[in-house]
C-alpha cells in the first residue's frame, strides 16, 4: 500500500465540531457502512412487489399493517424519502472523500518524494545494493538515470549533503483510476436522480400539481392533473393505443392514481402486427406508427416500433411495451339454453363495452372484456399425433383459434366470467365448442364442452336442448310411444316422464336420485332409481332419436356411432349446464379485430449524465486494478574513491509484476554495475 | 569500451511491445483475423452493424487474450478445429445428429455436454487425489483433464450455437439465453480462470475447491437436463433478440465465475488457517499457503469485480433500449447492484485498509451466496422483467 504523503503531528488543536463531522462522513468505515447498509435496504424493493395497486396490499397486510407500511414508503421504496437519504448520504460521503484525497493523489502523481534514509530503502521488499569502487557518483548517477528513464520512469534528482538521490516515478494513471471510480458514482446518482419521480414529488408537495385518483377519462381529468410537455425534464409513462387511433399525451403512475403527461406531438397506431413461432412463442411484437408533429415535421413519419427496437423522436424513446384488444367489433349469437323458444338473439358489441340484456331471469348486463384471435396452447394428449399440431413429441402446441371472455352481471352487481371458443377444439376425435365460466379471477374456468355435429356446429344440440325443454311436443312424442308401466297408464307415464326429464334439466341426475330416495321406502329405493334412471336415459333417447329423424336420417335402419357418441357427449354436456349458470351460451359468429398496442414513452434527460458516469466508472475501475503507481528510489553516496549504490522500489498494485520489472531493472543494472552485493529474496510462492 | 551510447540506452531499455512479439505472435494474429474474415463472409447476412462491430471486438480480443495468455491460443485453435469439423459432418442438415458417428458420440451439443460433465466430474476427483497424494503426476492428469473439459464445453456451444441455426433461422441465437446455457458457460469461465491462476502460481492445490464449485453446476446441470429437459433449443422471446445478449451475458459470468472462484479459495484459507493453528501437518500440506490464496482471492474479486461492473452496465444500456429505462429497480437490477456493492465494500476493506484474513476469507464467501440469489434465487423467487431462466 502507499504511504500517506501527510503524517498526522501528534499534538494537535482540539477540533472543530464540523470538521470531526467532515471528517467522519470522508471516512472509509463510514462508507463501507454506507455500501452495507444500501445493499440491505435494497432488498426490500425485491421482496415486496412496487407500486402495486393498494387495493393488493390491503388485501395482502390488511388495514393496519398497509398503513404502517405506506408510512414507511415500502410501495415504492425506492423513492422513498428514507432511502433516498441512505443514497444521498453515499453520495456525499463519496464526494467528501473526494474532496479530502484528490488534491494530494494529484500532487502524488508529480511529487517524487526525494528525500528517503538509506535505511528505509533496504527495507523495501524490492532493493539491491552495490559498492562500486571505480564509478564516481555522477557516473553511475549518469547510468542509473538513463536505466529508468529507459524503462519509462520520469526521475527527479536531489542533492544532499552527503549523497544523492534519484527518484523515479511512473503510472500516475493509476490514481485518476480512483477519481475515475468515485467521481463516476457521484455522477451517476446525481443523473439517476433527475431521472426519477423527486421533482414531480417535489411539484406536487407545492401544491402545483395534483395526483389524479378516481377512475375517470382522460378528458375529465382536470389541468391541475396534467403535466405540460416542458413542465417535465424526465419521466416515463404508459398508452394503450387501439389500431387506427391518435394520442397526444401518456399516463404516469404514481402511487394510486395518474397524471397526464401531454407530448408535444401525436402518435398514431396504424397497425400492430404479432408474430408466433411454431412453438407457439411469440416471436415479435412490432407497432406501425405515424407520428405527427406539423411544427417540425413537413409530413408524417413512418415508423415501426419493436421490442428491443424503440424509436427516438426528439429526445422521446418509445417503446413497444404490451399489446391487447382495441375494442375489436363481435357479433354473437344468444343461443337459449333454457328452453327460450324463438330465433336466437343476434348481439353486437365491442370489447369494452357493455350491454344491457334482458333475459327471462331478469336484467342482465353483458359486459366484453376481451378477444384473442390466436390461442396457443398445449395439445391434448390425445392429440398428440394431430398433424396439425406443432412442437416435439409430448410437448405439442396447437392454435385453437379466436376465443372471447365475457362477463354476465346481474342486478345485485354479482358477475360470472366466460371464456368462449369461436371454433370447435377437437379431442379424443370429437370436437366441442368450448365455453369456460368461473366466479372469480382466482379461479380456473371450468369449461363446459357443447358437442358439435357432423357439419361442425352446434345447431344438433341446440335442438336436442330445444326439444327436451318444449312441454307440448315432449308430451305428444312420449304419449305417441304408448308405452305404459305396472300403475300406470300410457297417459301417466308420459307425464312421468317428461317430469323426470325436466328435473335432470334443472339438476341433474343426482337430485333424481335424491328425490326417489326420499319418495320410496329404503328397501325399494335402489330398484327404484334404477327404473327411473333407465326410464330418463330412454327418455332422452327418444327425443334424440326425433332430433335425428327431423333431421332426415332414418333412425329405424341404425344409428351411426358417432351419433351415438355425440347422444353420450351431450348428455354430459346437459348433466354439466346446472353448473353453467347462464341461460344461454353466447356463440361468436363473426368478428372485426381491432388491436391496441400499449407503448412505453420516456424522456430521460438524466441519461447522458448517467451514461457518462458509466464510461468513468469503467475506466476508473480497470485502470485502477490494471495499472500501477511505481516508484524507485536511487540512493547514491561518494564511499572512498569509488561509490555506494542502493536501488530500491515499490508499486501500489500487482506486487509481484513489479517484482519482476525490478528484477529486469536489477539484472540491467548488474550488466553495467556487477552483481549486486544484496538483493531482495524472490518473492515467496 | 567500445559501446556507443545508442548501444548502451538499447541495453538498457525494457524491449517494447511491438519488438517483443515472436513469429508466433503474429502468427496467432494473423490466424485469428483470417478466421473472423471467413465468419464475416460467411454470416454477415444474419449480422447487424452491432453484431459486427461484436465480431470485430471479439478478434481483437482474442487476439489480446493469445498473446497476454499463450495457452489460449491451444485452446481457440483445438475449439475452431472440433467445431468445424462438426459444422461440416452436420452440413444443412440437423438430423445428421442421429447418423454421424462423431456427432452422436462425441460432438453433437449434447454429446459435448455430457463429455464436459464427466471431464469435469473427472477432474475434481483428480485434484482431490493430486491434494492428497502431493504427487505431480497425478496433478498433471488433473490438469489436462480440467483443459479436456473446458475444451469439449466451449467446443459444445460452438456447436449448439450451429444446431439452433439448423432448425430456422429465425430460432438460431448464440447459446446464452437460459439457464442451462449459462450453467455451461459458467463451468467453462471458471475452469479457465482457475487454469489462468493455476498456471500463474504455478501450484495445483488449489483445484480440488475451485473443481468443487465446477462439480456443483454440473450436478445441477445434469437434473436440470434429464429432470426438466431444459438442455431443448428453444427460441427467443422478442426481449432477448438483441446483441447487447453478446456482450451483457459473458460480461455477467466472467464476474459470477471470479467471484466463484473466489469463494472456493476462501474456503481453502479457513481450511489451511485452521489447519496451521491446529497443528494439522497433513491438511496444512495438500493446501496452498494462505498468503497465495489471499492474493489470487484478490486477483479473482478484483477481476470479477471489474467485469461485473462493465456486464451491469451493458445491462443497463440494454434495459433503456429494451424495457424504457437504463435502470427500473426490477429484482435482478437491484440484486445485482447488491452483489456489486458487496464486493465494493469488500474491495474498500482490502485495498484501503489493507484487511486479509479470515473475515476477508468468510466475506468471500457470503458474497458468492449473494451471488447465487442474484444469479438463481431472483429467477426461483422473485417476479420481474428478466424471468429468462426459471426452475
Redesign the interface.
Known amino acids: 500500500?502507499s504511504v500517506s504523503v501527510r503524517s498526522d503531528a501528534p499534538a494537535r488543536p482540539p477540533r472543530r465540531l464540523s470538521s470531526q463531522l467532515f471528517e467522519f462522513l470522508g471516512s472509509?468505515n463510514f462508507?463501507?457502512m454506507l455500501?452495507?447498509v444500501?445493499?440491505i435496504a435494497?432488498?426490500i424493493?425485491?421482496?415486496l412487489?412496487?407500486n402495486q395497486p393498494y387495493q393488493d396490499y390491503i388485501i395482502k397486510f390488511g388495514p393496519f399493517w398497509f398503513d404502517v407500511f405506506r408510512k414507511l414508503g415500502l410501495y415504492d421504496v425506492?423513492d422513498a424519502p428514507w432511502f433516498l437519504c441512505i443514497l444521498g448520504f453515499l453520495v456525499l460521503s463519496t464526494s467528501v472523500c473526494l474532496w479530502r484525497h484528490v488534491p494530494g493523489m494529484l500532487a502524488e502523481i508529480n511529487h517524487f518524494r526525494t528525500t528517503v534514509q538509506a535505511k528505509s530503502l533496504r527495507a523495501f521488499h524490492s532493493h539491491a545494493e552495490w559498492a562500486l569502487p571505480e564509478q564516481t557518483a555522477a557516473q553511475v548517477q549518469q547510468s542509473v538515470s538513463?536505466?529508468l528513464g529507459?524503462?519509462?520512469y520520469r526521475v527527479r534528482l536531489k542533492e544532499h549533503s552527503d549523497h544523492r538521490v534519484l527518484a523515479g516515478l511512473k503510472g500516475g494513471l493509476n490514481r485518476c483510476g480512483y477519481l475515475f471510480a468515485h467521481l463516476a458514482i457521484v455522477i451517476i446518482c446525481i443523473g439517476?436522480l433527475l431521472?426519477g419521480n423527486l421533482p414531480l414529488k417535489w411539484r406536487e408537495w407545492r401544491g402545483e400539481i395534483r395526483l389524479e385518483t378516481r377512475d375517470v377519462p382522460a378528458r375529465d381529468v382536470p389541468d391541475s392533473s396534467r403535466l405540460q410537455p416542458s413542465d417535465n425534464f424526465s419521466f416515463?409513462g404508459n398508452v394503450r393505443l387501439p389500431e387506427g387511433t391518435t394520442t397526444n399525451f401518456l399516463f404516469l403512475r404514481l402511487r394510486d392514481g395518474f397524471f397526464i403527461q401531454e407530448l408535444p406531438f401525436a402518435i398514431e397506431l396504424k397497425k400492430f402486427n404479432v408474430e408466433f413461432?411454431p412453438?407457439g412463442?411469440?416471436?415479435?411484437?412490432e407497432s406501425d406508427v405515424l407520428i405527427h408533429d406539423e411544427d417540425h415535421l413537413q409530413q408524417p413519419l413512418p415508423a415501426t416500433i419493436?421490442?428491443?427496437?424503440?424509436l427516438v423522436y426528439r429526445g422521446y424513446?418509445i417503446?413497444q411495451?404490451d399489446f391487447g384488444d382495441g375494442g375489436s367489433l363481435l357479433t354473437m349469437r344468444a343461443q337459449p339454453l333454457l328452453g327460450q323458444q324463438g330465433e336466437a338473439p343476434q348481439l353486437q358489441g365491442r370489447v369494452g363495452e357493455k350491454i344491457p340484456l334482458k333475459t327471462p331471469q331478469g336484467p342482465l348486463t353483458l359486459e366484453l372484456d376481451d378477444f384473442r384471435l390466436y390461442n396457443i396452447l398445449p395439445v391434448p394428449a390425445s392429440e398428440q399425433n394431430d398433424p396439425q399440431a406443432h412442437g416435439?413429441a409430448g410437448r405439442k402446441v396447437r392454435n385453437f383459434g379466436p376465443n372471447f371472455t365475457y362477463r354476465l352481471r346481474d342486478a345485485t352487481g354479482q358477475a360470472e366470467e366466460y371464456q368462449n371458443f369461436m371454433v370447435p377444439m377437437r379431442l379424443d376425435g370429437r370436437s366441442f365448442f368450448l365455453s369456460g365460466v368461473r366466479g372469480s379471477p382466482a379461479e380456473e374456468f371450468s369449461y363446459l364442452h357443447i358437442p358439435a355435429d357432423a357439419k361442425l356446429s352446434p345447431d344438433r344440440f341446440l335442438r336436442f336442448v330445444a326439444l327436451l325443454h318444449d312441454q307440448p311436443r315432449l308430451h305428444a312424442l312420449f304419449t305417441a310411444a304408448g308405452e305404459s308401466a305396472p300403475g300406470l297408464n300410457a297417459e301417466e307415464l308420459a307425464t312421468v316422464r317428461e317430469r323426470l326429464v325436466d328435473l335432470f334439466l334443472r339438476q341433474g341426475i343426482d337430485a333424481i336420485v335424491a328425490q326417489t330416495r326420499a319418495r320410496v321406502p329404503a328397501d325399494k329405493a335402489e330398484e327404484a332409481s334404477r327404473f327411473f334412471l333407465e326410464l330418463l336415459r330412454r327418455s332422452l333417447g327418444e327425443v334424440y332419436i326425433q332430433v335425428l329423424r327431423e333431421e332426415g336420417l332414418k333412425p329405424e335402419d341404425g344409428v351411426a356411432d358417432a351419433d351415438e357418441t355425440f347422444f353420450n357427449d351431450a348428455l354430459n354436456a346437459l348433466s354439466a349446464l346446472g353448473s353453467y349458470r347462464a341461460p344461454f351460451w353466447l356463440q361468436l359468429t363473426n368478428f372485426e379485430q381491432l388491436q391496441a398496442s400499449g407503448l412505453?414513452i420516456?424522456k430521460?434527460g438524466g441519461?447522458n449524465i448517467?451514461?457518462l458516469g458509466?464510461a468513468l466508472?469503467?475506466l476508473g475501475?480497470?485502470v485502477m486494478?490494471?495499472t500501477s503507481h511505481r516508484r524507485v528510489w536511487a540512493w547514491i553516496a561518494a564511499d572512498g574513491a569509488g561509490t555506494q549504490l542502493i536501488l530500491a522500489g515499490s508499486g501500489n498494485r500487482h506486487q509481484?509484476a513489479f517484482a519482476k520489472?525490478f528484477d529486469?531493472i536489477v539484472r540491467?543494472a548488474a550488466?553495467r554495475f556487477g552483481p549486486p552485493l544484496a538483493e531482495s529474496a524472490a518473492p515467496?510462492? | 569500451m567500445a559501446v556507443t551510447r545508442e548501444h548502451m540506452l538499447d541495453d538498457l531499455a525494457a524491449p517494447g511491445f511491438w519488438q517483443r512479439l515472436t513469429l508466433r505472435d503474429w502468427l496467432w494474429a494473423a490466424l485469428v483475423v483470417a478466421g473472423s474474415l471467413w465468419a464475416y463472409a460467411s454470416y454477415s447476412a444474419y449480422m447487424d452493424e452491432y453484431e459486427v462491430a461484436i465480431l470485430a471486438g471479439c478478434a481483437l480480443g482474442l487476439i489480446a487474450w493469445g498473446l497476454q495468455w499463450p495457452p489460449a491460443r491451444g485452446l481457440s485453435l483445438t475449439v475452431a478445429g472440433l467445431s468445424l469439423f462438426a459444422l461440416w459432418r452436420y452440413g444443412n442438415d440437423l438430423g445428421a445428429q442421429e447418423r454421424d458417428f462423431f456427432l452422436k458420440y462425441l460432438l453433437g451439443s449434447q454429446e459435448a455436454f455430457m463429455w464436459m460433465s464427466a471431464l469435469f466430474v473427472l477432474a475434481t476427483l483428480t485434484y482431490i487425489a493430486h491434494s492428497v497424494s502431493q504427487s505431480a503426476f497425478v496433478g498433471r492428469v488433473a490438469s489436462a483433464l480440467t483443459w479436456s473439459a473446458s475444451t469439449i464445453g466451449i467446443t459444445g456451444l460452438m456447436v449448439r450455437w450451429r444446431e439452433s441455426y439448423l432448425m430456422g433461422t429465425d430460432i438460431g441465437h448464440i447459446p446464452v439465453s437460459n439457464l442451462y446455457e449459462v450453467f455451461i458457460l459458467f463451468a467453462v469461465v471458471t475452469a479457465l480462470l482457475y487454469l489462468y491462476h493455476e498456471r500463474r502460481t504455478g501450484t495445483r492445490k488449489m483445484g480440488a475447491f475451485v473443481l468443487l464449485v465446477i462439480s456443483a453446476a454440473i450436478a445441477f446441470l445434469l437434473w436440470y437436463t434429464f429432470d426438466r429437459e431444459a438442455n431443448r433449443i428453444m427460441p427467443l422471446v422478442p426481449a432477448l433478440q438483441s446483441y447487447w445478449m453478446k456482450i451483457h451475458v459473458p460480461a455477467n459470468f466472467i464476474g459470477y465465475g471470479s467471484f466463484a472462484l473466489a469463494a472456493m479459495l476462501g474456503c481453502a484459507w479457513l481450511l489451511r488457517d485452521k489447519a496451521e493453528r491446529a497443528g494439522w501437518r497433513a491438511v496444512a500440506a495438500a493446501l496452498p499457503p494462505c498468503a497465495l490464496l489471499d492474493d489470487v482471492m484478490y486477483k479473482a474479486i478484483a477481476l470479477g469485480f471489474a467485469a461485473f461492473t462493465l456486464a451491469t452496465i451493458l445491462g443497463a444500456l440494454w434495459a433503456a433500449e429494451a424495457w424504457g429505462g437504463y435502470w427500473s429497480w426490477d429484482p435482478k437490477e437491484t440484486w445485482a447492484l447488491i452483489v456489486w456493492l458487496n464486493y465494493a465494500a469488500w474491495l474498500h476493506l482490502r485495498l484501503t485498509k489493507g484487511m486479509r484474513g479470515a473475515p476477508m476469507a468468510w466475506w468471500s464467501i457470503i458474497g458468492l451466496l449473494v451471488t447465487a440469489f442474484a444469479f438463481l434465487g431472483v429467477n426461483m423467487w422473485l417476479s420481474g422483467l428478466h424471468s429468462y431462466g426459471t426452475l
Request: no cysteine; aromatic share 16%; charged share 25%.
Open positions: 500500500m472509509m462508507a463501507i455500501l452495507v444500501v445493499a435494497s432488498v424493493g425485491t421482496v412487489k412496487q425506492y538513463e536505466l529507459a524503462r519509462g439517476g431521472d416515463r413461432y412453438t412463442q411469440p416471436k415479435s411484437f419493436r421490442v428491443n427496437h424503440p424513446a417503446y411495451s416435439e412505453q420516456t430521460a441519461q448517467v451514461y458509466f466508472l469503467t475501475v480497470f486494478f490494471y509481484d520489472e529486469e540491467t550488466r515467496e510462492r
